[in-house]
C-alpha cells in the first residue's frame, strides 16, 4: 500500500515539475495521466521492489554524493595517466564478491564500479562480478571494497 | 568541460586496446557531460529547468554504464582478449 502511494506521489511530483502549468485543464490532464501510467504499471505488475525502490532512492540520494567525488577523483586520476608521455597503465582482468543479496543492489554496485572511470565491469555472475581495470591501483580500490560496503548499504533491509 | 572532452578524446587514441579504451571514453560520460548539464543549471538559475538538467543527468548515469557494461560484454562475446595489445599505428603511417 506504501509503495503504490509512494509511486503515486512520485509520479504525480515528476509531472508537476516537467510540465510547469497550474491551470485546473492541464492538472486534470496530469491526474489522468498518472492515473494511467499507475494502472498500467499495476496492470504490468512491476510495483515492487524493483520497480517502485521508494525507501531505496532516500538512501541512494545520500550515497550520490560520494559516488560523485569517488567519480571526480578517479577522472583526474586516469585524465594524468591519459596525459603522461609514457602511459603508466598495468590493464588487468580479475574477479571479485560484491556482498550484495538483492538484484538491485548488485546493478547499483556494477554501475557504481562502471561510472567510475579506470574500471568497468565486464560479467556479473550471481555475486561474482568480472572487472577490467586500468591500474593495478583502481584494481585495489575495488578489492578494498569501500563501495561494496557503501552500496551494501545502500541497499539496506530492502 | 572541453579539456575533459578533450583528454577523453585523447585516451581514447593513446590506449593500446579496445579494454583500455573503454576507461578513455568514460571519462568523457563521466566528467564532461555532467559539467555540461552543470554549466547550463547555471545558466538557468533555480527554475524547472534546472530541476530537468538533473533529471537528464540522473537518467545519464544510470544508462551510460548499462551501455558500457554492454559494450564490454560485446566485446568479450566477439573474442576480443582483455590483456591483448592490439596491433597500433602511429600518426602518419600508411594503413592499407
Avoid at chain 1, 22 to 42: C, E, H, N, Q
Wanted: glycine fraction near 8%; hydrophobic fraction near 50%; charged fraction near 15%.
Amino acid at each position: 500500500m506504501i509503495r503504490n502511494l509512494a509511486l503515486a506521489a512520485g509520479l504525480a511530483v515528476l509531472w508537476l515539475l516537467l510540465s510547469g502549468h497550474y491551470d485546473p485543464l492541464f492538472l486534470g490532464l496530469g491526474v489522468a495521466s498518472v492515473a494511467l501510467t499507475f494502472f498500467i504499471a499495476s496492470r504490468m505488475r512491476v510495483v515492487d521492489q524493483e520497480g517502485a525502490p521508494h525507501t531505496l532512492i532516500v538512501r541512494a540520494a545520500i550515497y550520490l554524493p560520494w559516488l560523485m567525488r569517488e567519480v571526480i577523483k578517479s577522472n583526474v586520476d586516469v585524465a594524468r595517466r591519459i596525459l603522461t608521455p609514457s602511459l603508466p597503465i598495468a590493464p588487468r582482468t580479475f574477479t571479485t564478491r560484491a556482498s550484495q543479496t538483492t538484484a538491485v543492489g548488485r546493478v547499483l554496485y556494477a554501475n557504481s564500479i562502471t561510472l567510475t572511470p579506470g574500471t568497468v565491469t565486464i560479467d556479473v555472475r550471481q555475486n561474482e562480478f568480472e572487472i577490467h581495470a586500468l591500474t593495478s591501483e583502481s584494481a585495489e580500490e575495488v578489492r578494498a571494497g569501500r563501495m561494496d560496503r557503501r552500496v551494501t548499504q545502500v541497499e539496506g533491509a530492502g | 568541460m572541453y579539456t575533459a572532452a578533450a583528454i577523453g578524446g585523447i585516451g581514447i587514441l593513446r590506449m593500446p586496446n579496445f579494454f583500455t579504451r573503454i576507461h578513455a571514453a568514460g571519462m568523457a560520460e563521466t566528467m564532461c557531460a555532467p559539467l555540461i548539464l552543470l554549466a547550463m543549471m547555471l545558466q538557468t538559475g533555480w527554475t524547472l529547468t534546472t530541476f530537468k538538467l538533473l533529471a537528464i543527468f540522473l537518467f545519464l548515469i544510470i544508462t551510460s554504464p548499462a551501455a558500457t557494461h554492454a559494450l564490454a560484454k560485446a566485446a568479450r562475446h566477439g573474442g576480443i582478449d582483455p590483456n591483448e595489445v592490439e596491433e597500433t599505428y602511429e600518426p602518419g603511417d600508411r594503413v592499407a
